[in-house]
T-cell receptor, first 113, second 114 residues
């Protein structure tokens, strides 16, 4: 079992839809949870990060972390064609001086006009 | 300002050859990371530098892979005796400090081993 599991999709939605993306994880030492967006042939760019459990909102994006269930989510409201990209969840611990990010597989999202 | 840059953007080589991939981090960033992204997968950690030293090289798959950062800025990832399974996009990221929550990624080097 991989440390971080993410359904790779693909997911196709009409413009204006609410999109829900999810990841599960097995390592209870993860404390920081991130969502990255990656356009084709580009490097990932950070959308949001959350420390420990709770919600965080930034414009049309909301990140949720439920540590008791080892489950994280990203919601996109009023989705736009420009949101079409691959969305990667990533996590890291604060233990042992490790700075590495552990990524999910990525979910390919297409928002149709 | 300038982001993380990586050269070359594409590299095609033959099985058994040696390759070097270069990363120029954002100026002033002390932490530098290498990841490898295979088709349809998320990035996988290879190595992390804090300054000139490799603080964590636990992700390097075997001793054919080696990375250096001699002056604490530019880094080179070196792969000896390349194999077809090494074909992937090699991503470099940097952050201002260690334990920073934002790692800024470059566009990657697409390596193809024939």
């Amino acid at each position: 079992q991989k440390e971080v599991e993410q359904d790779p999709g693909p997911l196709s939605v009409p413009e204006g839809a609410i999109v829900s993306l999810n990841c599960t994880y097995s390592n209870s030492a993860f404390q920081y949870f991130m969502w990255y967006r990656q356009y084709s042939r580009k490097g990932p760019e950070l959308l949001m990060y959350t420390y420990s459990s709770g919600n965080k909102e930034d414009g049309r994006f909301t990140a949720q972390v439920d540590k008791s269930s080892k489950y994280i989510s990203l919601f996109i409201r009023d989705s736009q064609p420009s949101d079409s990209a691959t969305y990667l969840c990533a996590m890291r611990t604060t233990q042992g001086g490790s700075e590495k990010l552990v990524f999910g597989k990525g979910m390919k999202l297409t928002v149709n006009p | 300002g300038a982001g993380v840059s990586q050269t070359p953007s594409n590299k095609v080589t033959e099985k058994g050859k040696y390759v070097e991939l270069r990363c120029d981090p954002i100026s002033g960033h002390t932490a530098l990371y290498w990841y490898r992204q295979s088709l349809g997968q998320g990035p996988e950690f290879l190595i992390y530098f804090q300054g000139t030293g490799a603080a964590d090289d636990s992700g390097l798959p075997n001793d054919r892979f080696f990375a250096v950062r001699p002056e604490g800025s530019v880094s080179t990832l070196k792969i000896q005796r390349t194999e077809r399974g090494d074909s992937a996009v090699y991503l470099c990221a940097s952050s201002l400090l260690s334990a920073a929550n934002e790692q800024f990624f470059g566009p990657g080097t697409r390596l193809t081993v024939l």
